[in-house]
Antibody, heavy 119, light 112 residues
């Protein structure tokens, strides 16, 4: 069974950083790009960027350059998103997703990781 | 960036009825390969988004044939026939013709 299992909720202080993980199982991890999407409370979805797990190549939404850094650990089939200099604007649910069944759409999603930035 | 616009549904829907959800793009999503890069997702309350339709009209694996997608280069429609309680949630359209990938604001489907 294909699964993307994300790390648990985070409560972090303003100015701190956080690293969200997404552990993949049930498919060839290095064969499919991993995407990251932000959903602020009650709002729509924003594409943050994607990483090619095979070679570590990345593409970011300009809005998130400098805020998010995407990495992978091929040995554990895990993708990571590091968010730095957190403010209240970064409080959101973050999803990882991949294009496994079709290259044309994110058809497998993690369960989401809630990040709350508060003092 | 490409702007995706989605309207609100005017009224809650009665179970068993059909409903159309619209989506418009600020730029044509028809690519030179002949494919139209528009996807539809459903996000049920408290869940992750679920892919329904990709490339404007292709149903994702396991998706009911009650869902169908259509459109042109900039105007798109998701049709849901015989609406069920399990269809309740927010429907998002998304473009993939160019980066950054962008989503619409969502259309909320409620039942009477």
């Amino acid at each position: 069974e294909i699964q993307l299992q994300q790390s648990g909720p985070e409560l972090v202080k303003p100015g701190a950083s956080v690293k969200v993980s997404c552990k993949a199982s049930g498919y060839a991890f290095t064969s499919y790009n991993m995407y990251w999407v932000k959903q602020s409370h009650g709002k729509s979805l924003e594409w943050i960027g994607y990483i090619d797990p095979y070679n570590g190549g990345t593409s970011y939404n300009q809005k998130f350059k400098g805020k998010a850094t995407l990495t992978v650990d091929k040995s554990s089939s895990t993708a990571y998103m590091h968010l730095n200099s957190l403010t209240s604007e970064d409080s959101a649910v973050y999803y990882c997703a991949s294009t496994i069944g079709t290259i044309y759409a994110m058809d497998y999603w993690g369960q989401g990781t809630s990040v709350t930035v508060s003092s | 960036d490409i702007v995706i616009t989605q309207d609100e549904l005017s009224n809650p829907v009665t179970s068993g009825e059909s409903v159309s959800i619209s989506c418009r793009s600020s730029k044509s999503l028809l690519y030179k390969d002949g494919k139209t890069y528009l996807n539809w997702f459903l996000q049920r309350p408290g869940q992750s988004p679920q892919l329904l339709i990709y490339l404007m009209s292709t149903r994702a694996s396991g998706v009911s044939d009650r869902f169908s997608g259509s459109g042109s280069g900039t105007d798109f429609t998701l049709e849901i026939s015989r609406v069920k309680a399990e269809d309740v949630g927010v429907y998002y359209c998304q473009q993939l013709v160019e980066y950054p990938l962008t989503f619409g604001a969502g259309t909320k489907l409620e039942l009477k």
